[in-house]
């Protein structure tokens, strides 16, 4: 028999997550029936999404396999589509190694494809960046900005977490369509990386206020916002914005972990007289057109209009911890685990 593991969150996390939420779940494998496949993770995602998705599970389905996506390679197969030795896109959670069928592996909200696929390999690509810039957060970056920012040549455009998985895509993605490019992130070594990216402007918001930031890097305004964080820092940005701007809110990380609802300044009065765009959105709205995105992610990875930074965690009995990296600003970039 061959064994299987599997990280479990065994309750709600409350606050920041903890070593204490997870368990690894180790069980014998079945042999596998028509239909079927075996597949063994080769690289895991851990994403910011994974924190206030969890909230929706019922209590009463805890433990649960921790959800996430991986890309795996197929060790055995009896189903025509997924033949042995080809790497795959699944949403099987934290696995290492399990059986399934296609329909188990159905992608919910906050992925991107609704089942499993055999992506194609592509020169310069790696498995891994079909987690990152050629996966759920390539896509997120690439229909977030262009199909709600409408970003312009000549736009002003503030990206918050701009260090992150999406953030540094969205902009390198801006920088393509001839936009001044403004970022925020959390200390020096990431400022330095965005502006060898090509950022125009770069702060770190603890070193400097949103509001000074954009008085000297857009005296005039900004024209679009990709919002990572929300919180305080977004509320400074669209106070900041021009007439008619438009703003994509991918997240909220700054308040994943809070215990209590937030009070902020209301905006509504603000959206009104400033006649501002603000639109939330998941992925999946586009997720008919996944293979377009990756497509256009991988064309400017490979000709070097984007470059790519991960950060790599060794090890699936790594894979909390790598999770909890994402709430300590330990990642540039994308952040996976190699499963070995």
């Given at each position: 028999?061959v064994?299987?593991?599997r990280?479990?969150?065994?309750?709600?996390?409350?606050?920041?997550?903890?070593?204490?939420?997870?368990?690894?779940?180790?069980?014998?494998?079945?042999?596998?029936?028509?239909?079927?496949?075996?597949?063994k993770?080769?690289?895991?995602?851990?994403?910011?999404?994974?924190?206030?998705?969890?909230?929706?599970?019922?209590?009463?389905?805890?433990p649960?396999?921790?959800m996430?996506?991986?890309?795996?390679?197929?060790?055995?197969?009896k189903?025509?589509?997924f033949?042995?030795?080809?790497?795959?896109?699944?949403?099987?959670?934290?696995?290492?190694?399990?059986?399934?069928?296609?329909?188990?592996?159905?992608?919910?909200?906050?992925?991107?494809?609704?089942?499993?696929?055999?992506y194609?390999?592509?020169?310069?690509?790696?498995?891994?960046?079909?987690?990152?810039?050629?996966?759920?957060?390539?896509?997120?970056?690439?229909?977030?900005?262009?199909?709600?920012?409408?970003?312009?040549?000549?736009?002003?455009?503030?990206?918050?977490?701009?260090?992150?998985?999406?953030?540094?895509?969205?902009?390198?993605?801006?920088?393509?369509?001839?936009?001044?490019?403004?970022?925020?992130?959390?200390?020096?070594?990431?400022?330095?990386?965005?502006?060898?990216?090509g950022?125009?402007s770069?702060?770190n918001?603890?070193?400097?206020?949103?509001?000074d930031?954009?008085?000297?890097?857009?005296?005039?305004?900004?024209?679009?916002?990709?919002?990572?964080?929300?919180?305080?820092?977004?509320?400074?940005?669209?106070e900041?914005?021009?007439?008619?701007?438009?703003?994509?809110v991918?997240?909220?990380?700054?308040?994943?972990?809070?215990?209590?609802?937030?009070?902020?300044?209301?905006?509504?009065?603000?959206?009104?007289?400033?006649?501002?765009?603000?639109?939330?959105?998941?992925?999946?709205?586009?997720?008919?057109?996944?293979?377009e995105?990756?497509?256009?992610?991988?064309?400017?990875?490979?000709?070097?209009?984007?470059?790519?930074?991960?950060?790599?965690?060794?090890?699936?009995?790594?894979?909390?911890?790598?999770?909890?990296?994402?709430?300590?600003?330990?990642?540039?970039?994308?952040?996976?685990v190699?499963?070995?």
């Amino acid at each position: 028999m061959v064994q299987g593991r599997r990280w479990v969150l065994k309750q709600h996390f409350k606050g920041t997550p903890k070593p204490e939420d997870f368990e690894l779940v180790v069980e014998e494998l079945p042999e596998i029936k028509d239909g079927e496949f075996m597949y063994k993770s080769l690289f895991i995602s851990v994403d910011p999404y994974q924190r206030p998705y969890t909230d929706r599970i019922p209590a009463s389905m805890f433990p649960v396999t921790m959800m996430g996506s991986s890309v795996a390679v197929i060790e055995k197969s009896k189903h025509k589509d997924f033949p042995v030795g080809s790497e795959v896109l699944v949403y099987g959670g934290w696995v290492e190694r399990a059986i399934a069928k296609p329909e188990d592996l159905a992608m919910g909200q906050g992925a991107s494809i609704s089942k499993p696929w055999v992506y194609p390999k592509i020169n310069g690509i790696s498995s891994s960046m079909m987690l990152g810039a050629c996966g759920m957060p390539g896509n997120t970056a690439y229909f977030g900005l262009l199909r709600i920012c409408e970003p312009k040549a000549g736009d002003v455009v503030v990206v918050s977490g701009a260090a992150g998985a999406v953030g540094s895509l969205v902009g390198q993605i801006a920088k393509i369509k001839g936009c001044k490019v403004i970022g925020f992130a959390g200390n020096d070594e990431k400022v330095g990386w965005l502006k060898e990216l090509g950022f125009d402007s770069v702060y770190n918001y603890k070193k400097i206020s949103v509001t000074d930031a954009l008085k000297e890097a857009a005296p005039d305004g900004v024209d679009c916002y990709f919002d990572n964080v929300g919180g305080s820092m977004s509320i400074s940005i669209l106070e900041n914005m021009k007439n008619r701007g438009r703003t994509a809110v991918c997240g909220a990380i700054s308040g994943y972990n809070e215990a209590g609802a937030q009070k902020f300044r209301d905006i509504l009065a603000l959206t009104i007289y400033k006649e501002l765009r603000i639109e939330g959105f998941y992925v999946t709205r586009w997720a008919s057109e996944y293979a377009e995105g990756v497509q256009h992610m991988a064309g400017w990875i490979t000709k070097g209009d984007i470059k790519v930074r991960e950060t790599v965690v060794q090890g699936f009995e790594n894979t909390p911890k790598a999770f909890f990296g994402l709430f300590d600003g330990s990642n540039t970039g994308k952040m996976v685990v190699k499963v070995e």
